[in-house]
């Protein structure tokens, strides 16, 4: 007897730590958590600072990377840290299923939200291309406020129906924080991603096609002047030497810089250089301008200028797009996949990991902008310098 008793308390001692398992203590997720929500507040953050702070930041397509910044804010503030609680609990929720609920509506618009911000841009930048004279550089006008409030608005109308109660499904498991219906997963998967996705690579192909054909316009134009300008030059120096005449055209006008704020003047001023008075009864060579073509509508010249910083950051938004991507299509088609397909095992594991590589995704825009953006990375190395001095 004393030995089953014995037995039975060494099993009992056993036991305990495999029980202290059984409950769930993920102790890897919480810190990876933990530093993840630290790296997407401190990031997102000095994204909007920096918008808000330096005046070369202040432009209509930074002011849309603001608005993605505060949805990648508000789900590091309240999605990560119920999620990260979960996962710390091995997936098992322990909470009400209406903070489930919340959860979940939170989760959907602000994901929601980041794809129709990057949507949205998309759309901007193309009209920035397409319709450059329409186009307000200096500060948001009404049509850029309308696609602004429409990301947000959408998004809350695709998450709205699980404040409605569409979560709520006989035989609901408690202990489990999902969506629970399957025609509201693949609602949300088409509105969320699978129709913006196409929309959004389909109007940057449409830009890049735009600014490739600027660019050729460009230095077509920059060709001609420099041209009209050569011949200004032999024009003038066929000229009698008079010592009022203006010097010859600087040789530099004979090459593009490498990196203009803006590009040069499409034509030469249209008037030739003539003598000052005193010469002007004088001997004077007749020179005719003939072969060179003047603009003669000088309304014609104000024409849109896309400059090089506008460039650059045209050229880091088809990255951000890309790390999205990347980070949430394995989710979206692993959670659609597992609510149709009825008789498809989806690993939990596989799923948690899918989910928390979507997660990431906030914290990696910011580090996309301080590679590849210098203005952003100025701010940045600026403001953690004056931080440890």
Partial sequence: MANNLSLSAHEAAEAAPAAGEAAGRNLPALVLGVLLIVVIICGNLLVCLSVFTEKALKTTTNYFIVSLAVADLMLAVLVLPLFVYSEFQDGVWTLSTTVCDALMTMDVMLCTASIFNLCAISIDRFIAVSIPLNYNRKHVDLRQAVLLSATWILALAVASPIMFGINNVPGRDPTECKLENGDYVLYSSVCSFFIPCPIMLMLYCGMFR???????????????????????????????????????????????????????????????????????????????????????????????????????????????????????????????????????????????????????????????????NTEFRNFFKKFLNSCCS
Avoid at 264 to 276: G, I, K, L, M, V
Avoid at 363 to 370: E, F, K, S
């Fill in 210 to 372: 735009g600014l490739r054909r600027w660019e050729e316009a460009r230095k077509a134009k920059l060709k001609s002047s420099i041209q009209a300008c050569r011949k200004l030059q032999e024009a003038a120096a066929s000229l009698p030497p008079l010592a009022s005449l203006p010097p010859p055209l600087p040789p530099i006008i004979e090459r593009e810089p490498a990196d203009a704020p803006d590009e040069p003047p499409a034509f030469p001023s249209p008037e030739p250089p003539f003598p000052s008075p005193e010469f002007r009864d004088g001997p004077v060579a007749a020179v005719s301008f003939s072969e060179i073509k003047f603009n003669p509508d000088p309304r014609r010249r104000k024409r849109a200028k896309i400059n090089s910083r506008e460039r650059k950051a045209m050229k880091v938004l088809p990255v951000v797009v890309g790390a999205f991507l990347f980070c949430w299509t394995p989710f979206f088609v692993l959670h659609t996949m597992r609510a149709r397909c009825q008789d498809c095992y989806v690993p939990p594991a596989l799923m948690s990991v899918v989910t928390w590589l979507g997660y990431v995704n906030s914290a990696l825009n910011p580090v996309i902008y301080t590679v590849f």
